[in-house]
C-alpha cells in the first residue's frame, strides 16, 4: 500500500508546533507513545479521561534503538524483517492505525474482516496484530495451536472493552435470571440470549458462548440479533449501548424496551416490570471516540455544504445516527466513499486516522471529520513503527515477545461464540 503524506501524526505535530490552524485534544499526541508506557492509564487521545481498570497490561520499556530512529530508518528495517521472515509472516492492520502502521499491514480492515483474515494463512508462524488487545485476543482464539500472536504494543487495550469484566456481567446475568428464569417458552426461545461485541475481553466472548451467545461486530450486528432473537425472548447486549440501541431501534424495537443496565445499581437500575418488559438490555459501555460526534457538528458540516453527505459510525449516540444521512462500519464506510461515482462531499464519523487516509486515496471527493479536533483513539495510537520494528526484528532473532495467549480454559468457549458471529455474515 502507498505511503500516505497527510498523517495525522503529521497534522498534530504542524498544530502543536504552531505551523497549522486547528487544535488537538491533547498536545501530549505529539510525543512517542513509549513515554506512556510506564505509567496507568489509556494514553492521550479520545479515552484519556476514561478510568482504566487496575492490572491493565503495560508495555514494557521500548529498546531506546527505536525510539531515536528516523521514520525512514524504520520503515527500512521494517520492509527488511518483513522480508526475512517471508511467508512464516502475516501482518494485520486496523483502519484506525495510522498510516506509517498501516502502510506494511498485509491485511487492512475492520474487526470482522480482520477475523476472518487471520484464518486465511493458516500456514504462517507468527500473526502481529496491528490494532488493540482483544483483536490479538481473537487472533489467538481462531488461530491454530502452533501459530503465535505479536501485539506491538502490549498497552494497546480497548477503553470500551474494559467498561464490562466477567464479574460484573456475571452478576449482572444472575439477577437477570432471578427475573426471568432458565425456561424457554413454547417456541423453545430462550429467556435470554447474552450478545457481546468484539470489542470485549476473551472473557466475556466465553461466557457467551457458554451461554447460547454470541459474538457480533459492527459490521453483522443486525443479522447476529436475528439470530439472537430466533433464539431468545430479549438479548442482553455489551458492552456498547449505541451499537445495541441503533441497531435494535433500526429492527423496530422501541426505545421503551431497550433499559440500560448500570452494573452498580440493583437489577441495573431497572425494575421487574421493566425487565420483563425489555427486548434488548443495553450495558452501560461506550466507545470515547464516537461519543465524541454531535447533532452540532452534522449540523455545521450542512450549513458549510448544504450538499453534504453525512456518514457516522454506529457506536455514536442514537441522535447522531438520526441526524445522518447514513451509518454503518468502518468497512461500510469505505464503500460509501469508494463507491460514489461523482464528486462528492462527504462528513464522517468516525476514527480521524481513517477519515484522513479515504480523504488521501479519494482526491475526487471533498472528505473530512465531523470532529473538527484532531482527538485520534488513545489505543490505536500506542502501535508505532518504533514497536513494530522492533517485535519483527526480534522475530527475525528468533525471539517472540508480546504473544497473546488465552487461556486454555477460556479459548473453547470463546472460539464457539466466534464461529457462530463468523456464520452470520452480513446481508448487505
Same mark, same amino acid.
Given at each position: 500500500?502507498?505511503?500516505?503524506? @497527510? ?19 491533547? $498536545? ?8 506512556? &508506557? ?5 494514553? $492521550?487521545?479520545?479515552?484519556?479521561? &476514561? ?70 494463512? $493458516?500456514? +504462517? ?64 426461545? @430462550? $429467556? ?10 476473551? +472473557?466475556?466472548?466465553?461466557? #457467551? ?91 455545521? +458540516? ?13 457506536? #455514536? ?5 438520526? +441526524? ?46 465531523? &470532529? ?16 513494530? @520494528? ?21 479459548? @473453547? ?16
Amino acid at each position: 500500500m502507498t505511503t500516505i503524506d @497527510a498523517s495525522v501524526a503529521t497534522t498534530i505535530r504542524l498544530i502543536t508546533n504552531g505551523q497549522a490552524p486547528g487544535e488537538t485534544c491533547t $498536545p501530549e499526541l505529539d510525543k512517542g507513545p513509549w513515554q506512556f &508506557d510506564p505509567t496507568p492509564g489509556y494514553g $492521550p487521545g479520545s479515552s484519556m479521561h &476514561d478510568v482504566i481498570p487496575t492490572g491493565s497490561p503495560r508495555q514494557g520499556a521500548l529498546p531506546e534503538q527505536y525510539q531515536v530512529a528516523s521514520n525512514d530508518e524504520l520503515h527500512a528495517r521494517i520492509r527488511a524483517a518483513k522480508e526475512t521472515l517471508g511467508d512464516r509472516l502475516v501482518i494485520l492492520g486496523h483502519f484506525y492505525q495510522r498510516d506509517e502502521v498501516v502502510q506494511h499491514a498485509d491485511f487492512l480492515g475492520d474487526s470482522f474482516q480482520l477475523a476472518n483474515a487471520a484464518l486465511t494463512k $493458516p500456514d +504462517a508462524e507468527y500473526i502481529v496484530f496491528c490494532g488493540v488487545h482483544f483483536m490479538a485476543e481473537t487472533a489467538d482464539i481462531l488461530a491454530r495451536d502452533e501459530q503465535k500472536v505479536i501485539l506491538p504494543n502490549l498497552a494497546a487495550g480497548c477503553s470500551m472493552a474494559d467498561m464490562a469484566d466477567i464479574d460484573s456481567v456475571q452478576a449482572a446475568w444472575d439477577e437477570l435470571l432471578s427475573v426471568y428464569g432458565a425456561e424457554p417458552d413454547a417456541e423453545g426461545r @430462550a $429467556p435470554i440470549i447474552p450478545v457481546t461485541y468484539m470489542n470485549s475481553s476473551a +472473557a466475556l466472548k466465553a461466557f #457467551c458462548g457458554a451461554n447460547g451467545g454470541i459474538v457480533c461486530t459492527s459490521s453483522n450486528a443486525k443479522t447476529v440479533l436475528e439470530w439472537a432473537f430466533e433464539r431468545g425472548q430479549r438479548v442482553l447486549f455489551f458492552p456498547d449501548q449505541h451499537l445495541g440501541r441503533n441497531t435494535a431501534k433500526a429492527m423496530g424495537v422501541p426505545l421503551e424496551q431497550m433499559p440500560m443496565w448500570n452494573p452498580r445499581r440493583p437489577l441495573g437500575g431497572s425494575t421487574r416490570e421493566g425487565l420483563l418488559d425489555a427486548k434488548v438490555i443495553l450495558w452501560h459501555g461506550f466507545c470515547s471516540v464516537h461519543k465524541r460526534f454531535t447533532v452540532g457538528q452534522i449540523d455545521a +458540516a450542512r450549513a458549510q455544504y448544504p450538499d453534504v453527505r453525512v456518514v457516522v459510525h454506529p457506536e #455514536c449516540p442514537m441522535e447522531v445516527v438520526d +441526524a445522518a444521512d447514513e451509518a454503518g462500519s468502518t468497512d461500510y464506510i469505505r464503500r460509501a466513499v469508494a463507491g460514489a461515482t461523482e464528486p462528492t462531499t462527504f462528513a464522517i464519523g468516525t476514527e480521524v486516522n481513517m477519515v484522513n487516509r479515504l480523504a488521501a486515496e479519494y482526491p475526487q471527493h471533498t472528505i473530512f471529520c465531523l &470532529d473538527p479536533v484532531i482527538c485520534p483513539c488513545s489505543t490505536m495510537y500506542r502501535i508505532h513503527p518504533g514497536y513494530l @520494528a522492533w517485535v519483527l526484528e526480534e522475530l527475525v532473532a528468533g525471539r517472540v515477545v508480546n504473544e497473546i495467549v488465552v487461556d486454555a480454559g477460556v479459548q @473453547a468457549d470463546a472460539k464457539l461464540a466466534l464461529e457462530r458471529m463468523l456464520a452470520a455474515k452480513p446481508r448487505d
